[in-house]
């Protein structure tokens, strides 16, 4: 597939009605900006919130560019499935140096919009590049879409679905369409699903039955990731995820993943956790553990107070290197220590960091929990995540909550250390 890919130039491989050449609008009063690119929503659905996203989409798509390729020589192809106003298509063209950037949406009515907004960049061209197609905008339905690229096999570097809901039905053609050691930005809205209140959904979509626990988003980052897994798992790869992000104001869940040839073991990462209403405590359990899920708060299982959830991705939710390597490219940029929308990607990064601990198991700890159960006051995040460290388990903040620990700590332990806190002050 990797081959293939590399042979191809996909801009001359276009069928007709996309080689035509047309008159070019002229680009729309510009309304808004994201570092430094301008362009203008129109009447697409645009969220300036959402930036921090395309931040992280931006960032891990220029080190893919620089070293993460099996062929560095070939064309950097990017394929933006669900487009809207174009502005992450433009950002893949004028930040990341995308040779080539397909920008689809299903509404033909955003045309004028998506062809404006790109036309900004093809404006700004040297003019040595003039005469080189640099982007294509199309309006198909995206499974579809994704279905023709490899039918046709043209494979992308890069592929982005901001979708709207949880119907994951593209993410199978999205892996197909994508090149070896490539990237696909995953996006899922079903915050019902995530919270357990849309078991149907999620299992119908992602093949994971989701029931309420402590720490929803979270769960709706690993049901996501765990849906891609599977659906890799039946072409005969895997993925790996680069970094996953939770964020408020959809809420949305985002996951970019790295496709990897051949099958991985296929169940160490992927699986089930169960957490006890009684004492608090969360576990994860592998297949071949099904029969023996129960807590050790109580020596027999009681049916009401065990939640079991999954399959889904138990392991770690980013890899630590390349964040590293994305928050030293903000640094390059000038972009790490500039609130975008409430967002700061030095703080956010730093925190996903800490958040890759391999020792980390799934789920988070709310202080409130703690202070509950131990009857104290709620001790201060950092000290709490101190005095953890100091007896030797791993433990930080996470991106995902306010208020919250991550921690392989037991929560009597967290308890205990709350009380010792608590008589210290």
Not at 38 to 61: C, E, K, N, Q
Not at 95 to 114: H, M, T, Y
Not at 123 to 150: I, K
Not at 248 to 257: D, E, L, S, T
Request: proline share 6%.
């Amino acid at each position: 597939m990797a081959a293939a890919a590399a042979a191809i130039s996909l801009p001359h491989s276009l069928s007709p009605p996309f080689q035509a050449t047309r008159r070019r609008p002229a680009p729309p009063a510009c309304t808004h900006t994201e570092r430094g690119v301008s362009f203008d929503p129109g009447s697409a659905f645009y969220r300036s919130d959402s930036a921090a996203g395309r931040d992280l989409a931006v960032l891990a798509a220029t080190l893919h560019r620089r070293h993460g390729r099996l062929d560095p020589s070939a064309p950097f192809l990017c394929l933006d499935a669900m487009c809207g106003c174009g502005v992450r298509a433009l950002r893949y063209l004028a930040q990341v140096g995308a040779d080539f950037v397909w920008a689809n949406d299903a509404s033909e009515a955003l045309r004028p919009v998506i062809v404006a907004n790109l036309s900004r960049f093809e404006r700004g061209s040297p003019p040595a590049e003039a005469g080189r197609r640099r982007w294509v905008v199309s309006h198909n339905d995206a499974t579809r879409l994704l279905a023709e690229r490899y039918l046709r096999r043209e494979y992308f570097d890069v592929i982005d679905v901001d979708s709207f809901g949880g119907d994951a039905a593209y993410v199978r053609a999205a892996l197909l369409a994508l090149k070896i050691g490539g990237l696909l930005y995953l996006t899922s809205t079903d915050w019902r699903s995530a919270r357990g209140y849309g078991s149907r959904s999620s299992l119908s979509s992602y093949g994971a039955y989701v029931r309420p626990m402590p720490y929803p988003n979270e769960v709706g980052l690993r049901m996501v990731i765990g849906g891609a897994a599977r659906e890799a798992a039946l072409l005969g790869f895997h993925i790996t995820p680069v970094f996953s992000y939770f964020a408020y104001h959809g809420p949305i869940y985002r996951v970019m993943v790295k496709l990897c040839n051949g099958k991985d073991d296929g169940i160490s990462n992927y699986g089930f956790i169960c957490h006890c209403k009684s004492c608090g405590q969360s576990q994860t359990f592998g297949f071949d553990e099904l029969g023996q899920i129960s807590c050790g708060c109580t020596y027999r299982t009681d049916a009401d107070s065990i939640s079991v959830v999954g399959p889904l991705w138990t392991g770690p939710l980013h890899d630590a290197s390349f964040l590293a390597e994305m928050l030293s490219l903000a640094n390059e940029w000038g972009w790490a220590y500039t609130s975008e929308n409430g967002v700061t990607l030095e703080k956010l990064l730093s925190t996903m960091i800490e958040e890759s601990d391999p020792q980390l198991p799934p789920g988070y700890i709310r202080l409130d929990e703690i202070s509950r159960r131990a009857k104290v006051n709620s001790p201060p995040l950092g000290t709490l995540i101190n005095s953890l460290r100091k007896e030797g388990f791993s433990a930080c903040r996470s991106h995902i909550g306010t208020n919250v620990i991550k921690t392989n700590c037991p929560i009597a332990s967290c308890m205990d250390v709350a009380r010792e806190i608590r008589n210290m002050r």
